[in-house]
């Protein structure tokens, strides 16, 4: 049986939900639950509640991706969210996972895995340090969700799209101080001016999804180490 909620989200990208790929975000939170009680993945440890919170929240996304296919880079992906929906959702999509703590990371290897998709690679490393990697500016759009402030956000995420590419930020409330915060950071970059867009989604008050434009190369100084940053906001 269909879900409600996910057919109406994906509808709004003009798009379907096969039975398989339904099946598969059900598997997906299957799995996703059944690991949150051995190790820290997600705060939302019921099914109703993840079914909406999860996989409900990263398909809000959809009507801001490409129209065919593309390369996504989902940065702290942390329990998959929303890298693996959205890799479900469009399987026409190539998708990186980025997450640099190893439980999370082997997590992520092992559920690509069960899910069998074939369009999902996953990196345990610091974006940081993807950023001076093959992965450079090869992206489409990068995503980050519930990672960090704007103004980290975009040094560890433009640098890794394309010219011509997008950042989407899948943020709250905070973002009304948070983007004065990080104009410096988006202009360094190589980020355009910042386009807020608000989501509708059951119980999830003032979820909006910030989409940066990449206008410019980023300099080849960033992102900074962790190191050299240590944790300072560009200014």
Sequence with gaps: MLHALWTELVARASSTLRDEQERQLHRYLDLLLAANERMNLTRIADR????????????????FLPGGPFALVDVGSGGGVPGLPLAIARPDARVLLVESTQKKAAFLEQTVKELGLSNVTVSPMRAEDVGFSPARER??????????????????????????????????AKIAEELPAAAVAIKSVGGGKPIVHPIQLPGAEHHVIVEIAKIAPTPAKYPRRATQAKGKPLA
């Design 139 to 172: 992206y489409d759009v990068a995503i980050a969700r519930a990672v960090g402030a704007m103004a980290f956000l975009v040094e560890w995420c433009l640098p890794l799209v394309k010219k011509g590419g997008k950042f989407l930020a899948m943020k709250g």
């Design 48 to 63: 109703a509640a993840a079914e909406v919170g999860h996989v409900g929240d990263a398909l809000t996304v959809l009507p």
